[in-house]
Protein backbone atom coordinates (compact mmCIF):
# COMPACT_ATOMS: atom_id res chain seq x y z
CA UNK A 1 0.00 0.00 0.00
CA UNK A 2 1.60 3.54 -0.67
CA UNK A 3 1.23 5.09 2.90
CA UNK A 4 3.08 2.39 3.95
CA UNK A 5 5.05 4.73 6.08
CA UNK A 6 2.11 6.99 7.62
CA UNK A 7 1.69 7.47 11.16
CA UNK A 8 -1.14 4.99 11.62
CA UNK A 9 1.01 2.47 10.04
CA UNK A 10 3.77 2.64 12.02
CA UNK A 11 1.26 3.01 15.60
CA UNK A 12 0.01 -0.42 13.93
CA UNK A 13 2.87 -1.70 13.76
CA UNK A 14 4.07 -0.66 17.66
CA UNK A 15 0.97 -2.59 18.87
CA UNK A 16 1.76 -5.57 17.27
CA UNK A 17 5.02 -6.13 18.29
CA UNK A 18 4.05 -4.74 21.70
CA UNK A 19 1.73 -7.64 21.92
CA UNK A 20 3.93 -10.18 20.80
CA UNK A 21 6.54 -9.43 23.22
CA UNK A 22 3.78 -10.03 26.18
CA UNK A 23 2.68 -13.16 24.44
CA UNK A 24 6.46 -14.26 24.32
CA UNK A 25 7.39 -12.93 28.21
CA UNK A 26 4.12 -14.82 29.23
CA UNK A 27 5.11 -18.26 27.61
CA UNK A 28 9.14 -17.41 29.28
CA UNK A 29 7.82 -17.11 32.61
CA UNK A 30 5.13 -20.27 32.50
CA UNK A 31 8.58 -21.82 30.97
CA UNK A 32 10.63 -20.83 34.04
CA UNK A 33 8.05 -22.04 36.48
CA UNK A 34 7.48 -25.20 34.82
CA UNK A 35 10.96 -25.98 34.92
CA UNK A 36 13.12 -24.20 38.03
CA UNK A 37 9.78 -22.32 39.79
CA UNK A 38 8.87 -22.87 43.40
CA UNK A 39 11.46 -26.10 43.60
CA UNK A 40 8.05 -28.17 43.16
CA UNK A 41 8.19 -29.54 39.58
CA UNK A 42 10.28 -29.56 36.15
CA UNK A 43 9.37 -30.91 32.91
CA UNK A 44 11.07 -33.84 31.18
CA UNK A 45 10.45 -34.62 27.90
CA UNK A 46 11.25 -38.16 28.00
CA UNK A 47 9.74 -40.57 25.69
CA UNK A 48 7.61 -38.36 23.65
CA UNK A 49 5.53 -37.65 26.56
CA UNK A 50 6.03 -35.28 29.71
CA UNK A 51 7.42 -36.01 33.22
CA UNK A 52 6.47 -33.75 36.10
CA UNK A 53 9.47 -34.11 39.00
CA UNK A 54 7.84 -33.51 42.14
CA UNK A 55 10.33 -31.82 44.79
CA UNK A 56 9.67 -30.98 48.21
CA UNK A 57 6.03 -30.54 46.70
CA UNK A 58 4.07 -29.97 50.47
CA UNK A 59 0.56 -28.73 50.44
CA UNK A 60 -1.63 -26.89 48.05
CA UNK A 61 -2.33 -23.49 50.11
CA UNK A 62 -4.04 -21.75 47.61
CA UNK A 63 -3.39 -18.20 47.06
CA UNK A 64 -3.11 -17.91 43.60
CA UNK A 65 -4.14 -15.85 40.40
CA UNK A 66 -7.23 -18.13 39.81
CA UNK A 67 -7.99 -17.92 43.39
CA UNK A 68 -8.29 -14.39 43.33
CA UNK A 69 -11.70 -14.70 41.97
CA UNK A 70 -13.00 -16.93 44.93
CA UNK A 71 -11.25 -19.90 44.74
CA UNK A 72 -8.83 -19.47 47.86
CA UNK A 73 -11.78 -19.10 49.89
CA UNK A 74 -13.74 -22.20 48.77
CA UNK A 75 -10.81 -24.41 49.58
CA UNK A 76 -10.04 -22.32 52.90
CA UNK A 77 -13.73 -23.52 53.92
CA UNK A 78 -13.39 -27.11 52.41
CA UNK A 79 -10.36 -27.51 54.76
CA UNK A 80 -12.54 -26.96 57.81
CA UNK A 81 -15.71 -28.78 56.01
CA UNK A 82 -17.11 -32.13 58.03
CA UNK A 83 -15.34 -35.05 55.48
CA UNK A 84 -17.62 -36.92 53.09
CA UNK A 85 -16.04 -39.73 51.92
CA UNK A 86 -17.12 -40.98 48.40
CA UNK A 87 -18.67 -44.80 48.20
CA UNK A 88 -15.54 -47.03 47.21
CA UNK A 89 -13.04 -46.35 49.24
CA UNK A 90 -11.47 -47.10 52.71
CA UNK A 91 -9.50 -45.68 55.53
CA UNK A 92 -9.79 -43.68 58.39
CA UNK A 93 -9.79 -40.36 55.48
CA UNK A 94 -11.07 -42.30 52.64
CA UNK A 95 -7.98 -42.18 51.09
CA UNK A 96 -7.15 -45.66 50.12
CA UNK A 97 -8.91 -46.60 46.64
CA UNK A 98 -8.28 -49.50 45.25
CA UNK A 99 -9.92 -51.08 42.40
CA UNK A 100 -9.95 -54.43 40.90
CA UNK A 101 -11.01 -57.86 42.00
CA UNK A 102 -10.26 -58.53 45.83
CA UNK A 103 -8.22 -62.01 45.13
CA UNK A 104 -5.58 -60.05 42.46
CA UNK A 105 -2.58 -61.07 44.16
CA UNK A 106 -0.75 -58.12 42.98
CA UNK A 107 -1.17 -54.05 43.26
CA UNK A 108 -0.69 -51.50 40.63
CA UNK A 109 -0.14 -48.17 42.47
CA UNK A 110 -0.80 -45.14 40.16
CA UNK A 111 0.59 -41.50 41.74
CA UNK A 112 -1.08 -39.21 39.14
CA UNK A 113 -1.91 -34.87 39.41
CA UNK A 114 -5.25 -34.17 37.21
CA UNK A 115 -3.33 -31.57 35.54
CA UNK A 116 -0.04 -33.64 34.77
CA UNK A 117 0.94 -33.37 31.15
CA UNK A 118 3.08 -36.87 31.45
CA UNK A 119 -0.38 -38.10 33.47
CA UNK A 120 -1.93 -37.38 29.94
CA UNK A 121 0.54 -38.86 27.81
CA UNK A 122 0.57 -42.20 29.94
CA UNK A 123 -2.98 -42.27 30.04
CA UNK A 124 -4.03 -41.61 26.38
CA UNK A 125 -1.30 -44.63 25.88
CA UNK A 126 -1.35 -47.27 28.19
CA UNK A 127 -4.64 -46.20 30.46
CA UNK A 128 -7.00 -48.97 28.85
CA UNK A 129 -4.37 -51.57 28.98
CA UNK A 130 -4.56 -50.61 32.68
CA UNK A 131 -7.89 -50.83 32.66
CA UNK A 132 -8.42 -54.17 31.16
CA UNK A 133 -5.83 -55.65 33.55
CA UNK A 134 -7.98 -54.59 36.69
CA UNK A 135 -10.39 -56.06 34.87
CA UNK A 136 -8.83 -59.47 33.91
CA UNK A 137 -7.34 -59.43 37.05
CA UNK A 138 -3.82 -59.05 36.51
CA UNK A 139 -3.35 -56.90 39.68
CA UNK A 140 -5.59 -54.26 41.68
CA UNK A 141 -5.07 -50.64 40.84
CA UNK A 142 -4.43 -48.09 44.09
CA UNK A 143 -4.94 -44.50 43.19
CA UNK A 144 -2.75 -41.40 44.66
CA UNK A 145 -4.21 -38.56 43.72
CA UNK A 146 -2.10 -35.01 44.05
CA UNK A 147 -2.56 -31.61 43.77
CA UNK A 148 0.81 -29.72 43.83
CA UNK A 149 0.57 -28.45 40.01
CA UNK A 150 -1.95 -26.19 41.86
CA UNK A 151 0.67 -24.41 43.55
CA UNK A 152 3.11 -24.45 40.56
CA UNK A 153 0.68 -23.86 37.77
CA UNK A 154 -1.79 -21.47 39.45
CA UNK A 155 -5.27 -22.37 40.60
CA UNK A 156 -7.03 -24.83 41.47
CA UNK A 157 -7.79 -27.22 38.46
CA UNK A 158 -6.42 -30.44 39.81
CA UNK A 159 -8.21 -29.97 43.18
CA UNK A 160 -11.28 -29.42 41.88
CA UNK A 161 -11.16 -32.54 39.04
CA UNK A 162 -10.15 -34.53 41.77
CA UNK A 163 -12.93 -33.41 43.95
CA UNK A 164 -15.65 -34.44 40.91
CA UNK A 165 -13.33 -37.60 40.78
CA UNK A 166 -14.55 -38.46 44.30
CA UNK A 167 -18.02 -37.79 43.00
CA UNK A 168 -17.55 -40.13 40.06
CA UNK A 169 -16.20 -42.61 42.21
CA UNK A 170 -19.36 -42.37 44.74
CA UNK A 171 -20.94 -43.42 41.59
CA UNK A 172 -19.28 -46.53 40.66
CA UNK A 173 -15.50 -47.56 40.06
CA UNK A 174 -15.85 -48.24 36.87
CA UNK A 175 -17.20 -44.61 36.13
CA UNK A 176 -14.64 -43.18 38.23
CA UNK A 177 -11.82 -45.18 35.73
CA UNK A 178 -14.08 -44.21 32.64
CA UNK A 179 -14.30 -40.20 33.64
CA UNK A 180 -10.34 -40.31 34.97
CA UNK A 181 -9.54 -41.15 31.31
CA UNK A 182 -11.71 -38.72 29.70
CA UNK A 183 -9.87 -35.90 31.88
CA UNK A 184 -6.81 -36.82 30.65
CA UNK A 185 -7.92 -37.67 27.10
CA UNK A 186 -6.66 -35.25 23.91
CA UNK A 187 -10.09 -33.89 23.63
CA UNK A 188 -10.64 -32.33 26.89
CA UNK A 189 -7.20 -32.44 29.01
CA UNK A 190 -5.91 -28.94 29.04
CA UNK A 191 -2.25 -27.76 28.12
CA UNK A 192 -0.61 -27.19 31.03
CA UNK A 193 0.46 -23.05 29.76
CA UNK A 194 -3.54 -22.40 29.29
CA UNK A 195 -6.41 -21.57 31.02
CA UNK A 196 -7.38 -23.60 34.38
CA UNK A 197 -10.37 -25.57 32.66
CA UNK A 198 -10.35 -28.18 35.67
CA UNK A 199 -11.40 -25.24 37.58
CA UNK A 200 -14.70 -25.00 36.11
CA UNK A 201 -17.31 -27.11 37.56
CA UNK A 202 -19.22 -27.05 33.99
CA UNK A 203 -16.56 -27.93 31.94
CA UNK A 204 -16.07 -31.09 34.48
CA UNK A 205 -19.62 -31.82 34.06
CA UNK A 206 -19.30 -31.37 30.09
CA UNK A 207 -16.58 -33.89 29.92
CA UNK A 208 -18.80 -36.37 32.48
CA UNK A 209 -21.44 -35.99 29.97
CA UNK A 210 -19.17 -38.53 27.83
CA UNK A 211 -19.23 -41.11 30.51
CA UNK A 212 -22.73 -42.96 30.34
CA UNK A 213 -22.72 -43.58 33.67
CA UNK A 214 -22.32 -39.93 34.35
CA UNK A 215 -23.78 -38.31 31.48
CA UNK A 216 -27.23 -36.47 32.95
CA UNK A 217 -26.42 -37.88 36.72
CA UNK A 218 -28.10 -35.22 38.91
CA UNK A 219 -26.99 -36.65 41.98
CA UNK A 220 -23.21 -36.42 40.22
CA UNK A 221 -23.64 -33.07 39.09
CA UNK A 222 -25.12 -32.13 42.66
CA UNK A 223 -21.95 -33.06 44.55
CA UNK A 224 -19.48 -31.33 41.76
CA UNK A 225 -20.97 -27.71 41.74
CA UNK A 226 -21.85 -28.37 45.73
CA UNK A 227 -17.91 -29.80 46.59
CA UNK A 228 -19.38 -32.46 48.30
CA UNK A 229 -15.84 -33.80 48.10
CA UNK A 230 -13.84 -31.03 48.62
CA UNK A 231 -12.34 -31.35 51.85
CA UNK A 232 -11.81 -35.47 50.78
CA UNK A 233 -10.02 -34.21 47.68
CA UNK A 234 -7.65 -32.44 50.07
CA UNK A 235 -6.98 -35.48 52.62
CA UNK A 236 -6.50 -37.47 49.22
CA UNK A 237 -3.52 -34.33 48.15
CA UNK A 238 -2.20 -34.74 51.76
CA UNK A 239 -1.69 -38.74 51.87
CA UNK A 240 0.28 -38.36 47.96
CA UNK A 241 2.53 -36.03 49.64
CA UNK A 242 3.50 -38.10 52.17
CA UNK A 243 5.04 -40.48 49.53
CA UNK A 244 8.96 -39.12 49.70
CA UNK A 245 9.88 -42.12 47.40
CA UNK A 246 7.70 -40.38 44.21
CA UNK A 247 9.98 -38.02 42.78
CA UNK A 248 7.29 -37.82 39.61
CA UNK A 249 4.15 -37.86 37.99
CA UNK A 250 3.48 -40.40 36.94
CA UNK A 251 4.98 -42.65 39.15
CA UNK A 252 3.98 -46.34 38.89
CA UNK A 253 4.48 -49.16 41.88
CA UNK A 254 3.78 -52.84 40.80
CA UNK A 255 3.96 -53.94 44.82
CA UNK A 256 6.80 -52.38 46.65
CA UNK A 257 9.11 -51.59 43.49
CA UNK A 258 8.71 -48.38 41.44
CA UNK A 259 8.80 -49.42 37.88
CA UNK A 260 10.03 -46.86 35.27
CA UNK A 261 13.58 -45.69 33.41
CA UNK A 262 16.44 -44.74 35.53
CA UNK A 263 16.85 -40.49 35.15
CA UNK A 264 18.03 -37.99 37.00
CA UNK A 265 14.86 -37.49 38.30
CA UNK A 266 14.11 -41.00 39.61
CA UNK A 267 12.05 -43.34 37.62
CA UNK A 268 10.16 -42.23 34.47
CA UNK A 269 6.97 -43.89 33.73
CA UNK A 270 6.84 -46.09 31.02
CA UNK A 271 5.01 -44.15 28.21
CA UNK A 272 4.01 -47.27 25.74
CA UNK A 273 2.15 -50.96 26.35
CA UNK A 274 4.89 -52.77 25.42
CA UNK A 275 7.09 -51.51 27.47
CA UNK A 276 4.53 -50.74 30.66
CA UNK A 277 3.98 -54.68 30.14
CA UNK A 278 7.66 -55.47 30.30
CA UNK A 279 8.57 -53.55 33.05
CA UNK A 280 4.94 -55.68 35.07
CA UNK A 281 5.94 -58.76 33.82
CA UNK A 282 9.14 -58.41 35.58
CA UNK A 283 7.55 -57.76 39.29
CA UNK A 284 4.23 -59.59 39.43
CA UNK A 285 3.96 -62.02 42.01
CA UNK A 286 3.06 -65.40 40.26
Not at 60 to 80: E, M, R
Not at 83 to 105: C, E, M, Q, R
Request: net charge positive; aromatic share 6%.
Amino acid sequence: MSNRNSQANKQAARERLRAERARQAKKEKVRRQLIVGGAIVAVLAIAGGIGIAVTNSGGDSGGTAADSAGGSQVWAKAAKAKLVKPANTSGANGTTVVIGKPDAKNTLSLFEDPRCPGCANFEQNVGTTVEKDIKDGRYKAAYHLGTFLDTNLKGTGSKNALSALGAALNVSPDAFLKYKYALYSKTYHPDETGPDKFADDSYLIKVADTVPALKGNAAFQKDVKGGTFDRWALEMSTEFNGHKEVASTPTLKVNDTVIGTDSAQGKVAPSTVPAFNSMVDKELKK
